[in-house]
């Protein structure tokens, strides 16, 4: 990116990780906080040089996914070969992904500096459309060499910005800073998330939709796996303080017999609905139903998170844009939301670029602007994507669970649907439906 | 209630006959505000009441005061709303990444610029001719340039000054209260001469470009961009601009006044600049933004380099 290296970088961040060493043992068991990582994400990890880093550490692609729910009345399984790729995402753990960016970072040559503390308060010096002729700017104020933001940290310094990016999470005090208004709303449920091992190796990501909320595996290597399991906040509660045999077979109990049958393979011979649909089948569209590997035993704490929903009503103000989490949050059950906020990252940084070839102030809010235009509508139906789905799935309605069923059934065997629907997932495709307009 | 122009080109022997018929009114009393296409800022040319032909039109004053004062306080009076991208200027804050994407390429081709630099203009000193507020002034300074700028509205150049200054990158412009011949007159040169969005409020276009010409240096580049006389042109950029959409004030352009790019070529050749590129301005109502292209039947803009 050679437009941007002359920009001078501040990283303010209050996480102890970003100041020693980046040093992770390779015999530690996996870490409960991962994320599923798109192919678009994987992309971007490349372009910017970060990917040789993770793949340097525990990292596991995945190439299949099954998707069911307890009512047994269908299923859908995916597979990377339905869209000639060669797979459909990769686990990593969290700190692999913060110490791979860092590691990166340290390897270029812009200027950048971490300020290890916590922003208090940023000011934003009166904006340049109020200048009138008659008045008579003071010099301190306004001739700041250029930097028209103020930033005040907690550990008393204070610096000058020409962009201030709140990348700082669902709690983003940039945003509260700022005076962004988000809307959302609370999911009364909470995910409790643990690693935990198998017998086997897992290569296969595997959601099965329960009653309460859905039950996500995802492998993370070395036959290991995550858990990402959904439910209303006190049976999390009693999850995590369960003992750990007891948790480990109500969780087999969950991916498998639990809560009600399997689905039943449809065998390739016999006649149905969608024989007229299928066109060019894919790969997918005949395997049967599996089921996910059994769980011998735990490898981490459990540990309980809150599910909310929440959008910034606008991502940008004049010096200051949102992104990632300050900007968006979403529902885990597609694993999208840390991809939105790289996408995020990852269209800002090419805004940036192409205002400094037209020579743009890079806090203007006409350049800012363009990135929101990118993002939000994108972002916006991916989250009413998810919120549509967690709302389909939490009502157990015989009618509603039939239409569930006619969806899975559809999607495993309407193949251009399947297609769609990989691509969209995979980052490749900003909108679930192909619109001219939004190009 | 409109001044009817009537240019001919006649293009065998490459004479540029123009021919005006005016009815009742001139065009000083058309209430030309100062718009986002620019203001009245390349002043002389903007002559009242003549009613000559081409042949013996040289009646051309360098001195500011030609413009009727009644037009100048319609530009100071917007002048405020320069930088606010919201407000009458919103269409040419639109433009403004179009055209600097046009320019940054042509320059950085002709002076031998690498294209991927942040600031690829360092080392040339462009003059933006008609620079109101310093929309282009200032990215011209980003991008490195040496940047003067002009304009004959008093009151812009005092907001162009106040707004540079808030930026260091910006605050080494020159900016001047005065005109294009005057600027001949004091013998300056500049490797770039830029008029953008000026010429369509000229009277007397080919001695205005004479006058950009004589300001750039042998082998120097000229970027001219205006408002092609279309049908296209007169239904976008006066039906639709200024009496549907509102964009800018009714009256703004006299569409005969616009200049065919074939005219514009012809008159920079006899200015001794040679039209080398060339390329169209197009707008997207859906998206709200402008790309280049090649449809010159609107907006378009013309890079030249002096002969030596």
Redesign the interface.
Known sequence: MPLTKHLSVAIIDSNPALGKSNFIKKEDPPDPRVSTVTPATISFFKEIGAWQYVQQHRHAYFDKMQVWDYTGLGYTKYNARDVNKEILGCVVENKVLHSSLLSCMQNTEFRKTIYPSRLTSMALLPSSSSISVDSTPSATTLFTKGHLAKLDLSDGKSLYAKLVVGADGGKSRVRELAGFKTTGWSYSQNAIICTVEHNKENYCAWQRFLPAGPIALLPIGDNFSNIVWTMNPKDASDCKSMNEDDFVKILNHALDYGYGPHPKSISSGSVDMFSWFRGDATLSAKECFEVPPRVVKLASERMVFPLSLKHANNYVSKRVVLIGDAAHTVHPLAGQGVNLGFGDASTLSRIIAEGIAVGADIGEVSLLKKYEAERKPANIVMMAVLDGFQKAYSVDFGPLNILRAAAFHGAQYISPLKRNIISYASGEQRLPLPLPLFT | MAARHLRILSGCNGALLSVRFFSDSTLAQEPIASTAIDSASVSPSINTAENHSQLNNNKKHSAPSSLKHAELAKFSAI???W???E?PYKPL??L??TR??FI?STLCRHFRKDP???RPFEGLNIVDVGCGGGILS??????GATVTGIDAVE?NI??AR??A?????TSTIEYCCTTAEKLVEEQRKFDAVIASEVIEHVADPAEFCKSLSALTVSEGATVISTINRSMRAYATAIIAAEHILHWLPKGTHQWSSFLTPEELVLILQRASIDVKEMAGFVYNP??GRWSLSDDISVNFIAFGTKNS
């Not at chain 2, 200032?138 to 991008?143: D, G, Q, V, Y």
């Not at chain 2, 200054?165 to 990158?169: R, T």
Request: net charge negative; no cysteine; charged share 30%.
């Open positions: 002048a405020d709303t930088w606010d991208s407000g804050h639109a403004n990444p600097l994407a940054r991927y630099s942040a200032e990215p011209l300074a980003r991008m009151k005092k907001i106040l707004h200054d808030l930026d260091p990158e859906l998206t």
